[in-house]
């Protein structure tokens, strides 16, 4: 059976896709910014049912993200595949700049990063080309001087394959396919046939994005415009066009000769966007020299064939999730912290998620401690249950998280139960509740701009106010990220990580 892919093939914060295909097996990579662990590696080998593997970078000292904004740290990485080996490319935009891992094996270990000295900018690619040499591609303010705001240039440097550094001049090459563009950024280098092919976005990551490609016999340039730029936009669709934002593209050929693309996109909620930005994919095919994304259509579709067979996985990135703790053997790469872990934070029991409590809110600009999921749906149920006692000095709770200053939690502290929306970073109180000793379950509920907070009593969900939940969109909060959703304990006593919460079971379901 033929695989039929559902768009997007990433739901929720899955942004900036790369792709690159080893074998008969593809890989994807998405910009994680300053959640740990970071990049994410999803795996398919039909295009259309993908799995979360692992994550590239894993411990505190391959990625450092100490005061760091949540919607900073890791931007745009670049997969590539040359030999055998693995290369990711990324910008920290935060600590050191641009770098470069390598793994024989795409579930590690990985390289220490290598950070690529004279790389400025942001957006790093790379090319190997036929005679083995390696090129590095990226993207930085205009070398004269930025006449306006997004005044980016488009550059390309020979690096050495043994050290990573550059061992040749660096040259500007392309800056963009229209005059006074704004943010040429995202390129990515290809060989077709004779040509050298610069494909990139334009426009800026939201409603004017779009993809362009120019081409030139020789690497170095002149690069030749392609007449019909962009190649894929929906910036001419409307503003109620159920997808947005379409831009920051990659391309991947199967064993067949057959291509295809990844790109970023919005689904918008009456103008909120509060998922993220996720993975879409689109048929290209090659007309004249040039990429023609989904012929005929010139737009993304629901549903894409790949034309490969169908293999599906237990594990399916789609799935909804049920985790019971006290069954499972260790934390799968799907969860996410805030910053830094820090070895030993989170632990399973046979009593659950023993989790140690900081000193500081999960609602501070810092490394609480926290466990969330992206959120992928934008009407989903979320469910955690947590031991609790009146002595404990502990606030414990469920959060469904933009950044620390725009949330919608529920959390119980003193035997209180309490459901609070936090807007530019202040609280305000939806409802209370008394709890018993024991163990308590929070739900959180979202269903487009409405959000519910809550907690169960025996069989029966006993629900907050409704709330208006539009100010978790990028459009309100700002940045980069879309929304997680997760757990979390502080202490109350200012204690940090000496006493422990303990959670049994945590739920996501659409």
């Not at 629901?302 to 934390?331: A, H, P």
């Not at 309490?418 to 008394?434: N, P, Y």
Request: aromatic fraction near 10%; include cysteine; charge should be negative.
């Amino acid at each position: 059976m033929k695989a039929v892919a559902t768009n997007p093939i990433l739901s929720g914060f899955y942004p900036d896709p790369s792709i690159v295909r080893a074998g008969d097996d593809y890989y994807i990579l998405n910009s994680s910014f300053a959640y740990f662990p970071g990049l994410p590696i999803m795996h398919s080998k039909d295009l259309a049912n993908w799995h979360q593997i692992g994550n590239v970078l894993c411990d505190d000292k391959s990625l450092p993200l100490e005061n760091t904004r949540l919607s900073q740290g890791l931007f745009a990485p670049t997969i590539r595949y040359h030999e055998g080996r693995f290369y990711v490319v990324c910008t920290n935009i935060s600590h050191g700049g641009n770098f470069i891992v390598t793994a024989d094996d795409i579930n590690g270990p990985w390289s220490e990063p290598v950070y690529i000295k004279g790389a400025d900018g942001i957006d790093p690619s790379i090319f190997f080309d036929e005679d083995g040499k390696c090129y590095y591609i990226g993207t930085h303010p205009n070398p004269e001087g930025e006449r306006y705001s997004g005044n980016y240039h488009i550059y390309i440097g020979e690096l050495d394959t043994e050290t990573f550094q550059f061992c040749g001049d660096k040259v500007d090459v392309w800056n963009g396919s229209m005059k006074n563009i704004i943010w040429p950024e995202g390129p990515h280098l290809y060989k077709k046939d004779d040509y050298y092919y610069i494909m990139h976005a334009e426009g800026g990551t939201g409603p004017n994005h779009c993809e362009a490609i120019c081409r030139s016999k020789s690497l170095f340039g002149p690069y030749e415009n392609n007449m019909n730029n962009p190649i894929i936009t929906h910036r001419d669709m409307g503003k109620e066009y159920p997808i947005q934002y379409v831009g920051h593209a990659d391309l991947v050929e199967t064993p067949d000769g057959e291509w295809f693309m990844v790109m970023l996109g919005v689904r918008r909620t009456e103008g909120y966007t509060t998922i993220g930005r996720e993975t879409f994919l689109a048929k290209v095919t090659w007309e004249d020299g040039w990429p023609v994304v989904n012929p005929g259509i010139a737009k993304l579709t629901q549903t894409v064939d790949t034309g490969l067979e169908e293999v599906k996985w237990d594990d399916d990135v789609k799935n909804n999730r049920d985790y019971r703790f006290s069954s499972m053997d260790k934390i799968g790469p799907e969860f996410v912290t805030l910053r830094n872990e820090q070895e030993g934070r989170y632990t399973l029991s046979k009593d659950g998620l023993v989790m140690k409590a900081s000193k500081l809110p999960v609602t501070q600009e810092a490394n609480p401690s926290y466990l969330g999921l992206r959120v992928q749906n934008h009407a989903f149920k979320a469910y955690a249950t947590v031991n609790t006692t009146e002595s404990d000095n502990l606030t414990k709770g469920l959060v469904l998280m933009q950044n620390e200053g725009f949330s919608l939690r529920v959390e119980v502290s003193e035997n209180k139960a309490s459901a609070l929306l936090r807007q530019d970073g202040a609280d305000k109180i939806i409802g209370q509740t008394e709890v018993k000793d024991g163990s308590v379950t929070f739900v959180i509920k979202g269903d487009g701009l409405k959000g519910q907070a809550g907690i169960v009593e025996g069989n029966k969900e006993v629900m907050f106010d409704e709330v208006d939940i539009r100010a978790l969109s990028t459009e309100v909060a700002g940045g980069f990220v879309g929304c997680t959703v997760g757990i979390y304990a502080s202490d109350n006593t200012g204690s940090d990580l000496t006493n422990s919460a303990v959670f049994t079971d945590f739920r996501y379901e659409a």
